[in-house]
C-alpha cells in the first residue's frame, strides 16, 4: 500500500463551489504539505504542518485553508473554487525539516 | 525567502550521453539541496540529495555537486537511458519553511 495516498485523484467542479481534498500518511511523520503544481511554474507551497496544533501559511494560501485532523490526515479546502485554481495538487510529508519529502500521487483540479 | 532558478527548462540528449541540469539559490542558510524525479501521472520522487558539508554525491549513473560559495547546485545523469525520461526538480531549504522547489527541467532522451 502507498504510503501517501490522495483522494480524490481526480475532480471536475463549477466555479464557487466548495471542495476538499484529502490526504492520508502511514510514515509516522508529523510534517506534512499541500503543494499546487502548474506548468512550468513547478511546485508551490500552499500551507505546512509540523505537527496537529500548528499550521502554517505557505507561499500561495490566498484562497485555500487547511485540516489537520490527526497526524496521520491532513486536508485542504477550496472555499469557493474559480477557475484559476485548476492544477494538480501535491500532498506530501516529511519526518524532519531536513529530511526527504515524500509525495502523493496528486489530485487533478479542474474548476469550470 | 528562498529563490531556486532552474535550467535548463527543456533539455534534449541522445541515448548514451549526459545530461546535466543546474540550479542556484539565494539564502546562505539553505543545507538541504533535493532532487526529484516526476513521472507522467506520478508524485515526485527523490533520486538523490545532498547537504551543505558535502561537495559531491554519486549513486550510480547519478551524482550531484554543490558549490556553497556560488549558491548552486547541478544534477549530472551520464549514460543516459530512454527511461530517464521525466521532469526533474530542484529544491533548497532544510530550515523551519521546508523546500522551495525550482521550475523543473523536462528530460527528453532521443533514441
Known amino acids: 500500500d502507498a504510503d501517501v495516498t490522495q483522494t480524490p485523484r481526480n475532480r471536475i467542479t463549477k466555479t464557487g463551489k466548495r471542495i476538499m481534498l484529502e490526504c492520508s500518511q502511514t510514515?509516522?511523520?508529523?510534517?506534512m504539505y499541500w503543494y499546487r503544481q502548474d506548468p512550468g511554474l513547478g511546485l508551490r507551497l500552499i500551507y505546512y504542518?509540523?505537527?496537529?496544533?500548528?499550521?502554517n501559511k505557505g507561499e500561495i494560501s490566498d484562497g485555500y485553508s487547511v485540516s489537520r485532523q490527526a497526524q496521520a490526515k491532513f486536508s485542504l479546502s477550496l472555499e469557493s473554487a474559480i477557475p484559476n485554481q485548476t492544477a494538480l495538487y501535491f500532498c506530501?510529508?516529511?519526518?524532519?525539516?531536513?529530511?526527504?519529502?515524500?509525495f502523493g500521487p496528486g489530485t487533478r483540479l479542474t474548476v469550470t | 525567502g528562498e529563490n531556486v532558478e532552474q535550467h535548463p527548462s527543456t533539455l534534449s540528449v541522445q541515448e548514451g550521453d549526459s545530461a546535466v541540469i543546474k540550479c542556484t539559490y539565494s539564502?546562505?542558510?539553505?543545507?538541504?539541496f533535493p532532487w526529484y524525479k516526476q513521472e507522467l501521472g506520478k508524485g515526485p520522487q527523490l533520486i538523490i540529495d545532498?547537504?551543505?558539508?558535502?561537495g559531491e554525491k554519486k549513486d550510480q549513473r547519478i551524482a550531484v555537486t554543490l558549490n556553497k560559495t556560488a549558491k548552486h547546485f547541478s544534477l549530472h545523469i551520464t549514460e543516459t537511458q530512454p527511461e530517464d525520461s521525466a521532469v526533474y526538480f530542484c529544491?533548497?531549504?532544510?530550515?523551519?519553511?521546508?523546500?522551495?522547489f525550482g521550475k523543473g527541467t523536462h528530460l527528453i532522451i532521443q533514441p
Open positions: 510514515k509516522g511523520h508529523d510534517r
Open positions: 539564502d546562505s542558510a539553505s543545507n538541504y
Open positions: 545532498i547537504r551543505s558539508n558535502v
Open positions: 504542518s509540523f505537527d496537529v496544533k500548528d499550521i
Open positions: 529544491a533548497a531549504g532544510g530550515g523551519a519553511d521546508g523546500l522551495t
Open positions: 506530501a510529508t516529511s519526518g524532519q525539516a531536513g529530511d526527504e519529502q515524500y
